[in-house]
């Protein structure tokens, strides 16, 4: 799976179960109620 993360944008590319995990472990990592800006924010560091 890839993904592409830009200051506001997050774009996953690979087959369902992937980016279902992923977005699973993000959830995990961060929070159910985390806004996807403060993701990438902590994403790209």
């Not at 993904?3 to 179960?17: D, F, H, I, M, P």
């Not at 995990?28 to 902590?42: I, M, N, S, W």
Request: charged share 20%; aromatic share 8%.
């Amino acid at each position: 799976m890839k993904n592409y993360t830009a200051s506001e944008s997050l774009c996953l590319v690979g087959k369902a179960w992937e980016i279902k995990q992923f977005l699973q472990l993000a959830v995990q990592k961060g929070g159910r109620d985390l806004p996807l800006v403060v993701f990438l924010e902590q994403k790209s560091g």
